[in-house]
Protein backbone atom coordinates (compact mmCIF):
# COMPACT_ATOMS: atom_id res chain seq x y z
CA UNK A 1 0.00 0.00 0.00
CA UNK A 2 2.76 2.80 1.04
CA UNK A 3 4.24 1.75 -2.56
CA UNK A 4 1.13 2.41 -4.31
CA UNK A 5 1.02 5.51 -2.58
CA UNK A 6 4.45 6.54 -2.89
CA UNK A 7 4.03 6.16 -6.80
CA UNK A 8 0.82 7.91 -7.02
CA UNK A 9 2.47 10.63 -5.38
CA UNK A 10 5.29 10.79 -7.77
CA UNK A 11 2.90 10.55 -10.68
CA UNK A 12 1.21 13.50 -9.87
CA UNK A 13 4.37 15.23 -8.99
CA UNK A 14 5.42 14.68 -12.39
CA UNK A 15 2.33 15.82 -13.95
CA UNK A 16 1.84 19.07 -11.82
CA UNK A 17 5.62 19.64 -13.31
CA UNK A 18 4.53 18.71 -16.72
CA UNK A 19 1.48 21.50 -15.93
CA UNK A 20 3.58 24.26 -15.26
CA UNK A 21 6.26 23.28 -17.81
CA UNK A 22 3.24 23.70 -20.41
CA UNK A 23 2.12 26.55 -18.92
CA UNK A 24 5.48 28.58 -19.06
CA UNK A 25 5.71 27.47 -22.31
CA UNK A 26 2.50 29.21 -23.63
CA UNK A 27 3.13 32.10 -21.65
CA UNK A 28 6.80 32.42 -23.21
CA UNK A 29 4.79 32.45 -27.38
CA UNK A 30 2.73 35.77 -25.47
CA UNK A 31 5.74 37.74 -24.61
CA UNK A 32 5.68 39.63 -27.80
CA UNK A 33 2.58 41.57 -26.46
CA UNK A 34 4.41 42.65 -23.74
CA UNK A 35 7.32 44.03 -25.59
CA UNK A 36 6.18 45.49 -28.73
CA UNK A 37 6.98 42.48 -30.97
CA UNK A 38 3.73 42.55 -33.92
CA UNK A 39 1.98 39.15 -32.95
CA UNK A 40 2.25 35.75 -32.73
CA UNK A 41 -1.69 36.56 -33.39
CA UNK A 42 -3.55 33.12 -33.20
CA UNK A 43 -6.17 32.63 -36.46
CA UNK A 44 -8.95 30.07 -36.01
CA UNK A 45 -12.32 29.52 -37.55
CA UNK A 46 -15.31 27.17 -37.36
CA UNK A 47 -14.94 24.12 -39.34
CA UNK A 48 -16.35 24.63 -42.82
CA UNK A 49 -15.58 26.32 -45.65
CA UNK A 50 -16.58 29.92 -45.04
CA UNK A 51 -14.59 29.98 -42.08
CA UNK A 52 -11.71 28.10 -44.13
CA UNK A 53 -11.90 31.18 -46.57
CA UNK A 54 -12.39 33.90 -44.14
CA UNK A 55 -9.81 32.75 -41.50
CA UNK A 56 -7.28 32.20 -44.43
CA UNK A 57 -8.14 36.29 -45.10
CA UNK A 58 -7.60 37.35 -42.03
CA UNK A 59 -3.72 35.64 -42.12
CA UNK A 60 -2.84 37.18 -45.87
CA UNK A 61 -3.75 40.00 -44.62
CA UNK A 62 -1.33 40.67 -41.17
CA UNK A 63 0.72 38.74 -42.80
CA UNK A 64 1.01 41.81 -44.70
CA UNK A 65 1.26 43.98 -42.59
CA UNK A 66 4.16 42.33 -41.08
CA UNK A 67 2.15 40.62 -38.19
CA UNK A 68 3.88 36.88 -37.13
CA UNK A 69 0.62 34.67 -37.47
CA UNK A 70 -0.02 31.32 -35.91
CA UNK A 71 -2.44 29.47 -38.50
CA UNK A 72 -5.65 27.37 -36.63
CA UNK A 73 -8.41 27.90 -39.06
CA UNK A 74 -10.86 25.23 -39.18
CA UNK A 75 -9.92 25.05 -35.00
CA UNK A 76 -13.38 23.27 -33.88
CA UNK A 77 -17.21 24.52 -33.73
CA UNK A 78 -19.00 27.15 -32.31
CA UNK A 79 -18.46 25.85 -28.18
CA UNK A 80 -15.21 24.56 -28.92
CA UNK A 81 -14.10 28.03 -30.68
CA UNK A 82 -15.64 30.23 -28.11
CA UNK A 83 -13.74 28.77 -24.80
CA UNK A 84 -10.74 28.94 -26.87
CA UNK A 85 -10.73 32.15 -27.30
CA UNK A 86 -12.19 32.71 -24.20
CA UNK A 87 -9.15 31.00 -22.49
CA UNK A 88 -6.73 32.69 -24.92
CA UNK A 89 -5.99 29.34 -26.58
CA UNK A 90 -6.67 31.51 -30.03
CA UNK A 91 -6.76 35.37 -30.27
CA UNK A 92 -9.28 36.09 -33.08
CA UNK A 93 -11.88 34.18 -35.74
CA UNK A 94 -14.90 35.11 -37.50
CA UNK A 95 -18.21 34.87 -35.34
CA UNK A 96 -21.40 35.23 -36.77
CA UNK A 97 -23.83 38.24 -35.65
CA UNK A 98 -27.00 35.74 -35.54
CA UNK A 99 -25.01 33.35 -32.56
CA UNK A 100 -25.56 36.38 -30.22
CA UNK A 101 -29.33 35.49 -29.46
CA UNK A 102 -27.54 31.87 -28.88
CA UNK A 103 -24.88 33.34 -26.27
CA UNK A 104 -26.92 35.29 -24.43
CA UNK A 105 -29.89 33.71 -23.30
CA UNK A 106 -33.23 35.72 -22.49
CA UNK A 107 -32.57 38.71 -24.82
CA UNK A 108 -34.84 39.79 -27.23
CA UNK A 109 -35.12 37.61 -30.36
CA UNK A 110 -36.39 40.38 -32.45
CA UNK A 111 -33.13 41.91 -32.10
CA UNK A 112 -30.73 39.33 -34.01
CA UNK A 113 -33.10 39.82 -36.95
CA UNK A 114 -32.23 43.21 -37.34
CA UNK A 115 -29.19 43.43 -38.40
CA UNK A 116 -27.79 46.59 -37.45
CA UNK A 117 -29.24 46.16 -33.70
CA UNK A 118 -27.71 42.47 -33.72
CA UNK A 119 -24.16 43.65 -34.29
CA UNK A 120 -24.18 46.40 -31.66
CA UNK A 121 -25.92 44.29 -28.82
CA UNK A 122 -23.51 41.19 -29.46
CA UNK A 123 -20.62 43.62 -29.65
CA UNK A 124 -21.57 45.26 -26.65
CA UNK A 125 -22.59 42.00 -24.80
CA UNK A 126 -18.92 40.21 -25.76
CA UNK A 127 -17.08 42.92 -24.39
CA UNK A 128 -18.72 43.82 -21.37
CA UNK A 129 -19.03 39.75 -20.77
CA UNK A 130 -15.66 38.23 -22.04
CA UNK A 131 -13.70 41.50 -23.06
CA UNK A 132 -14.11 40.36 -27.12
CA UNK A 133 -14.23 42.90 -29.39
CA UNK A 134 -16.10 42.63 -32.46
CA UNK A 135 -14.75 44.44 -35.70
CA UNK A 136 -16.38 45.18 -38.60
CA UNK A 137 -19.33 43.24 -40.29
CA UNK A 138 -19.61 41.45 -43.84
CA UNK A 139 -22.69 42.77 -45.15
CA UNK A 140 -23.95 39.37 -45.91
CA UNK A 141 -26.07 37.27 -44.02
CA UNK A 142 -25.27 33.89 -43.61
CA UNK A 143 -28.44 31.93 -42.12
CA UNK A 144 -29.04 28.71 -41.33
CA UNK A 145 -31.34 27.27 -43.75
CA UNK A 146 -32.38 23.91 -45.28
CA UNK A 147 -32.17 22.79 -48.81
CA UNK A 148 -34.05 20.41 -50.73
CA UNK A 149 -33.42 18.26 -53.90
CA UNK A 150 -34.81 20.41 -56.64
CA UNK A 151 -36.69 17.19 -57.96
CA UNK A 152 -38.52 16.39 -55.40
CA UNK A 153 -38.71 20.59 -55.06
CA UNK A 154 -40.92 19.89 -58.44
CA UNK A 155 -42.41 16.73 -57.91
CA UNK A 156 -43.96 17.29 -54.93
CA UNK A 157 -44.63 21.25 -54.91
CA UNK A 158 -42.54 21.84 -51.89
CA UNK A 159 -40.59 25.27 -52.42
CA UNK A 160 -41.30 26.78 -49.02
CA UNK A 161 -40.89 26.13 -45.26
CA UNK A 162 -44.37 25.53 -44.75
CA UNK A 163 -45.04 23.26 -47.71
CA UNK A 164 -42.02 21.27 -46.19
CA UNK A 165 -44.27 21.16 -43.12
CA UNK A 166 -46.96 20.29 -44.73
CA UNK A 167 -45.24 17.73 -46.58
CA UNK A 168 -43.79 16.08 -43.34
CA UNK A 169 -47.19 16.02 -41.61
CA UNK A 170 -48.63 14.20 -44.30
CA UNK A 171 -45.69 10.97 -44.20
CA UNK A 172 -43.22 12.52 -47.04
CA UNK A 173 -39.88 10.67 -47.76
CA UNK A 174 -37.92 12.92 -45.56
CA UNK A 175 -35.13 12.40 -44.28
CA UNK A 176 -32.33 15.70 -43.42
CA UNK A 177 -28.42 16.47 -43.58
CA UNK A 178 -27.41 18.43 -40.61
CA UNK A 179 -24.90 19.03 -37.65
CA UNK A 180 -25.27 18.24 -34.49
CA UNK A 181 -25.03 21.82 -33.82
CA UNK A 182 -28.30 22.59 -36.45
CA UNK A 183 -29.93 19.54 -35.10
CA UNK A 184 -29.79 20.55 -31.02
CA UNK A 185 -29.34 24.62 -30.78
CA UNK A 186 -33.09 25.96 -30.15
CA UNK A 187 -32.28 28.84 -33.07
CA UNK A 188 -31.32 26.43 -35.39
CA UNK A 189 -33.67 23.15 -36.57
CA UNK A 190 -35.87 23.33 -33.48
CA UNK A 191 -36.64 26.83 -34.12
CA UNK A 192 -38.10 25.54 -37.88
CA UNK A 193 -39.89 22.97 -35.95
CA UNK A 194 -41.59 25.03 -33.50
CA UNK A 195 -42.77 27.75 -36.04
CA UNK A 196 -44.25 25.84 -38.85
CA UNK A 197 -44.84 22.63 -36.71
CA UNK A 198 -43.60 19.76 -37.53
CA UNK A 199 -41.04 17.40 -35.88
CA UNK A 200 -38.55 15.21 -37.39
CA UNK A 201 -37.28 11.56 -35.84
CA UNK A 202 -34.43 10.44 -35.44
CA UNK A 203 -34.86 7.87 -38.31
CA UNK A 204 -35.40 11.05 -40.23
CA UNK A 205 -31.69 12.59 -39.25
CA UNK A 206 -28.29 11.93 -40.41
CA UNK A 207 -26.16 13.79 -37.93
CA UNK A 208 -22.67 14.96 -39.20
CA UNK A 209 -19.75 16.47 -37.56
CA UNK A 210 -18.44 19.54 -38.15
CA UNK A 211 -21.09 22.15 -39.82
CA UNK A 212 -19.36 22.10 -43.12
CA UNK A 213 -22.66 22.64 -45.42
CA UNK A 214 -20.59 21.00 -48.24
CA UNK A 215 -20.75 17.83 -46.66
CA UNK A 216 -24.32 17.54 -46.04
CA UNK A 217 -25.44 19.33 -49.19
CA UNK A 218 -23.33 16.78 -51.57
CA UNK A 219 -25.12 14.29 -49.48
CA UNK A 220 -28.50 15.58 -50.52
CA UNK A 221 -27.99 15.81 -53.57
CA UNK A 222 -26.53 12.36 -54.43
CA UNK A 223 -29.05 10.38 -51.73
CA UNK A 224 -26.35 9.30 -49.03
CA UNK A 225 -28.18 7.21 -46.64
CA UNK A 226 -31.56 8.44 -48.18
CA UNK A 227 -30.45 11.69 -47.59
CA UNK A 228 -32.56 14.74 -49.71
CA UNK A 229 -32.63 17.65 -47.37
CA UNK A 230 -29.87 19.49 -45.92
CA UNK A 231 -28.40 21.94 -43.39
CA UNK A 232 -27.67 24.85 -45.55
CA UNK A 233 -26.30 28.67 -45.57
CA UNK A 234 -27.03 31.42 -47.19
CA UNK A 235 -23.62 32.57 -48.34
CA UNK A 236 -23.46 28.75 -50.26
CA UNK A 237 -22.12 28.76 -53.34
CA UNK A 238 -22.79 25.32 -54.29
CA UNK A 239 -26.43 24.77 -53.93
CA UNK A 240 -27.55 25.47 -57.22
CA UNK A 241 -24.65 23.53 -58.86
CA UNK A 242 -25.69 20.86 -56.56
CA UNK A 243 -29.48 21.10 -58.04
CA UNK A 244 -30.96 22.24 -54.85
CA UNK A 245 -33.65 24.67 -53.93
CA UNK A 246 -33.31 27.08 -50.74
CA UNK A 247 -36.36 26.30 -48.24
CA UNK A 248 -38.13 29.98 -48.07
CA UNK A 249 -38.06 30.51 -44.90
CA UNK A 250 -41.70 32.74 -44.76
CA UNK A 251 -42.06 33.48 -41.18
CA UNK A 252 -38.24 34.81 -41.02
CA UNK A 253 -37.42 32.79 -38.07
CA UNK A 254 -34.05 33.02 -38.13
CA UNK A 255 -31.66 35.85 -36.87
CA UNK A 256 -29.45 37.83 -39.21
CA UNK A 257 -25.80 36.17 -39.26
CA UNK A 258 -23.21 38.42 -40.70
CA UNK A 259 -19.86 37.41 -40.51
CA UNK A 260 -17.42 39.15 -38.32
CA UNK A 261 -14.06 39.28 -36.98
CA UNK A 262 -13.81 38.99 -33.24
CA UNK A 263 -10.74 39.81 -31.11
CA UNK A 264 -9.95 39.39 -27.71
CA UNK A 265 -9.43 42.75 -26.11
CA UNK A 266 -5.60 41.93 -24.75
CA UNK A 267 -4.49 41.74 -28.65
CA UNK A 268 -7.19 44.55 -29.71
CA UNK A 269 -5.88 47.06 -27.23
CA UNK A 270 -2.14 45.85 -28.29
CA UNK A 271 -2.57 45.93 -32.00
CA UNK A 272 -5.66 48.26 -32.37
CA UNK A 273 -4.11 48.39 -36.06
CA UNK A 274 -6.02 45.37 -36.83
CA UNK A 275 -9.55 46.75 -36.89
CA UNK A 276 -8.52 49.11 -39.66
CA UNK A 277 -6.69 46.46 -41.58
CA UNK A 278 -9.74 44.03 -41.83
CA UNK A 279 -12.48 46.72 -42.06
CA UNK A 280 -12.46 47.16 -45.80
CA UNK A 281 -11.69 43.42 -46.77
CA UNK A 282 -14.90 42.56 -44.62
CA UNK A 283 -17.59 45.43 -45.75
CA UNK A 284 -16.60 43.96 -49.21
CA UNK A 285 -17.73 40.48 -48.75
CA UNK A 286 -21.50 40.74 -50.23
CA UNK A 287 -23.61 38.28 -50.51
CA UNK A 288 -22.74 37.61 -54.08
CA UNK A 289 -19.33 37.48 -53.35
CA UNK A 290 -19.58 35.01 -50.30
CA UNK A 291 -21.19 32.08 -52.68
CA UNK A 292 -19.00 32.70 -55.48
CA UNK A 293 -15.80 32.34 -53.53
CA UNK A 294 -17.00 29.56 -51.27
CA UNK A 295 -17.75 27.64 -54.36
CA UNK A 296 -14.52 28.06 -55.58
CA UNK A 297 -13.49 25.96 -52.55
CA UNK A 298 -16.58 23.69 -52.43
CA UNK A 299 -17.24 22.72 -55.72
CA UNK A 300 -13.76 23.50 -57.81
CA UNK A 301 -11.78 22.00 -55.11
CA UNK A 302 -9.34 25.01 -54.85
CA UNK A 303 -7.96 25.05 -51.63
CA UNK A 304 -8.93 27.73 -49.36
CA UNK A 305 -5.74 30.07 -48.99
CA UNK A 306 -5.29 30.44 -52.69
CA UNK A 307 -8.93 31.89 -53.21
CA UNK A 308 -8.91 34.04 -50.31
CA UNK A 309 -5.00 35.36 -51.57
CA UNK A 310 -6.04 35.61 -55.30
CA UNK A 311 -9.65 37.40 -53.94
CA UNK A 312 -7.32 39.84 -51.84
CA UNK A 313 -5.12 40.16 -55.00
CA UNK A 314 -7.59 41.34 -57.38
CA UNK A 315 -9.50 43.42 -55.24
CA UNK A 316 -6.28 45.47 -54.17
CA UNK A 317 -6.02 44.45 -50.76
CA UNK A 318 -2.99 42.65 -51.00
CA UNK A 319 -0.23 44.04 -53.67
Request: aromatic content about 10%.
Amino acid sequence: MKKRCGTTIALLLSFIALTALIGTAFASQREPFDDGGKGPIVIASKIDTEGALLGQMIIHMLNAKGFDTVDKVQFGTTDVIRKAIFSGEIDLYPEYTGNGGFFYDGTDPAIWKDPKRGYEEVKRLDRDAHDIVWLTPSPANNTWALAIRGDIADSENVRTLEDFADWVNAGGRVKVAGSEEFVSRPDALPAFENAYGFKLSKDQLLIVSGGNTAQTEKAAADGTDGVNVAMAYGTDGQLAALGLWVLEDTKGVQPYYQPTPIVRGEVYNQYPEVEDILDPVFRSLDLVTLQTLNARIAIEGQPASDVARRYLEEEGFLK
